[in-house]
């Protein structure tokens, strides 16, 4: 991570040497900072502003929760992620941290026994929705505490041309009004250059340190599948190479939600269904069975999935074209945030495509509106429809520059280009005849019949066998002819118009009618039935946990279920007891005594005493209620 910028930032104070590092060790548990986090602690620490641009797992909390518990006073995160913040805080509770909330479900008691806590200095780290701040009761009560820094998670939903925006964010820029000596620090996994030159404009951060890591997630091998009976494709994929794994499939409508979730029941995948047409209960309930379980799959729209920080989802999969990259980029990642192979999956269509296209004209708004849902969109086929490296376009779109990975699908079954300029003009022709010599807009399906020489009711209907073009592209099969017209879509070459999706020019069509312009297309290879870094075993449906030694798995098995049967114990998701990581070091290790357990990364002084000798007891291989050796 380096820096993008730094403002004419005010002095910072000093901060005290490896005060920060021993809060890291004793509390969270780990030995040494990630890239540059130390140094955006430290600038914070010492009251700086700071605005983080960080991808999902790249340890962002840690930069605001850090300067918390070190700064006098209290953090107050401004967090939208209502349903998760009683998750976020127990998470913090759980490491000896002072976490609390105040928002919409809480009862007059419970909100009046926070803000004591708050006035009287005992927490660490208050999570506020930021339609509190439009409240002077919360105002009021700031006032009256002491606050230690604003943290504004989530600091894209400031931003219009972002892909998440939220009305009550706007607020947020008279923080630094009411409090102008109280540092803030806000933070987003996605932001082209454009959304984070809104998100300091509208936070007025301009004079902020700024920071920019690297949007690469290596260990998310991304993958865009021509669609084929998505539904089975993704059946596929769950049992080939996700058997048994945690995961999230996004379905464009609430109607494909529920079809897809209940497939996947129907083919012995346990899926939940979550979107806003299903009660807020219902939602609740399947959203903390996902954070909860193990292997779970939730099967949902966008509605579902910020700030999730479930850190063992396996698979993010597309039924259905994201609007950007943007979205694109936050959704997927949620996969893999511990760090471990982890799987990017999408299904696209020519449909997907005209669909898209329609929303775009018919979207509410002026046309400045609809160039930007435009510019989104077009951005989102480019990494579709790329012969290249899918992570150097990715990382493209972002502003930084890449090599090839070696772990996208690209990369692994290179596609080839062909020239489909012949293609082009022949399809373009029989938009042209229809248009002119029958006055009629047809679909693509009707265009590529008459293409193909289909007889079919509707051809003969509109008399559409005595066309000229009529028969003229049979060199190619029907699936080749759609991804023609995808294609030509994606290139601006061919326009989607009217409610009914019919394909009309553009004004770039013309090149390629009179042979000024070459059209190159993407020929999809044959793929392996399996990926080539599959482990063998998830064909016969045996997970073994990736890089983890045969002989430690049945020790990560036990330790995996110790720590879900303390889970539902204690009510908490179980990742709050202990990330995959954590137990897959502790099963490889096998340490003995506590000294060496309290080595382990992710394991912190407040964790080491809770759930130290629970652990040694089942690596001993002790019935749970031993009394232990004291010598531990």
């Avoid at 960080?54 to 340890?59: D, R, Y």
């Avoid at 049992?239 to 996947?264: M, P």
């Avoid at 070696?406 to 003009?425: H, R």
């Avoid at 357990?597 to 407040?606: C, H, K, M, Q």
Wanted: glycine share 8%; with cysteine; proline share 5%.
């Amino acid at each position: 991570m380096t820096p993008l910028e730094n403002g004419s930032v005010a002095a910072v104070a000093d901060v005290e040497p490896g005060l920060p590092v021993d809060v890291l060790r004793r509390v969270f548990g780990y030995d040494a900072f990630r890239g540059e986090q130390r140094e955006i602690v430290e600038h914070v620490v010492g009251g700086g502003d700071a605005l983080v641009l960080m991808p999902t797992g790249g340890g962002k909390s840690l930069c605001y929760q850090i300067p918390a518990l070190v700064r006098p006073g209290v953090g107050v995160v401004i967090s939208p992620l209502i349903a998760l913040m009683q998750d976020q805080v127990d998470a913090l509770r759980a490491l000896g941290v002072r976490a609390g909330f105040l928002n919409s479900t809480q009862d007059f008691d419970e909100r009046r026994m926070v803000e004591a806590e708050f006035l009287a200095g005992e927490l660490d780290l208050l999570y506020l929705a930021p339609e509190r701040l439009q409240s002077e009761a919360t105002l009021s009560l700031l006032d009256r505490g002491e606050v230690a820094l604003f943290a504004i998670d989530e600091a894209h939903c400031v931003a219009s041309w972002g892909h998440d925006f939220r009305p009550d964010y706007l607020a947020l820029s008279a923080l630094h009004e009411r409090w102008p000596k109280v540092p803030r620090i806000a933070l987003t996994a996605t932001a082209t250059k454009a959304t984070h030159a809104e998100i300091a404009a509208r936070l007025k951060l301009e004079d902020a340190r700024h920071f920019v890591a690297s949007f690469d997630r290596p260990n998310i091998q991304y993958r865009i599948a021509t669609k084929n009976d998505p539904k089975k494709q993704l059946l596929d994929l769950l049992r080939t190479e996700h058997a048994g794994d945690a995961g999230i499939v996004y379905c464009l409508s609430r109607a494909s939600v529920e079809k897809t979730a209940e497939f996947l029941v129907r083919n012995g995948i346990e899926a939940l269904p979550y979107h806003a047409g299903l009660d807020a209960r219902t939602r609740a309930a399947n959203q903390a069975r996902f954070l909860r379980e193990d292997g779970l799959v939730v099967v949902a729209t966008i509605a579902f999935g910020m700030g999730i920080d479930k850190p063992d989802v396996r698979f993010v999969a597309h039924l259905d074209l994201p609007k950007s990259i943007e979205g694109y980029y936050q959704e997927t990642g949620r996969a893999g945030r511990d760090g471990l192979p982890s799987t990017a999956w999408l299904a696209y269509g020519l449909q997907d495509v005209v669909q898209q296209r329609k929303l775009i004209e018919t979207s509410e708004g002026d046309d400045a509106h609809r160039r930007r849902l435009t510019a989104h969109l077009d951005a989102m086929l480019a990494l579709c429809e790329t012969i290249d490296c899918r992570r150097v376009r990715l990382l493209a779109y972002f502003g930084q520059h890449s090599e090839r990975c070696g772990n996208c699908d690209t990369c692994l079954t290179p596609p080839e280009s062909w020239d489909g300029t012949v293609a082009a003009q022949k399809l373009l022709s029989t938009v042209v005849r229809l248009k002119r010599e029958r006055n009629q807009k047809f679909g693509a399906g009707q265009i590529i019949d008459i293409l193909l020489g289909r007889k079919t009711a509707k051809v003969i209907q509109f008399d559409h066998d005595a066309l000229s073009v009529f028969g003229i592209g049979t060199e190619l099969r029907e699936a080749e002819w759609r991804g023609v017209v995808r294609q030509l879509l994606a290139q601006d070459l061919l326009a989607v118009e009217g409610e009914y999706g019919t394909l009309v020019l553009t004004d770039s069509s013309g090149e390629v009618l009179r042979g000024q312009r070459q059209v190159m297309l993407r020929r999809e290879p044959e793929r392996p039935t399996r990926t080539a870094k599959e482990p063998k075993a998830a064909q016969a449906g045996r997970k073994v946990p990736v890089d983890l030694p045969e002989a430690a798995v049945p020790v990560f098995e036990l330790l995996r279920a110790w720590r879900a049967a303390t889970a539902k114990e204690q009510g908490v998701p179980a990742y709050v007891i202990f990330h995959d990581a954590t137990l897959r070091e502790i099963a490889t290790t096998v340490p003995s005594t506590l000294d060496q357990l309290g080595t382990i990364s992710g394991v912190g002084e407040n964790k080491l005493a809770k759930y130290g000798q629970p652990i040694l007891d089942v690596l001993a291989g002790q019935p749970e209620g031993t009394e232990a050796d004291d010598t531990h």
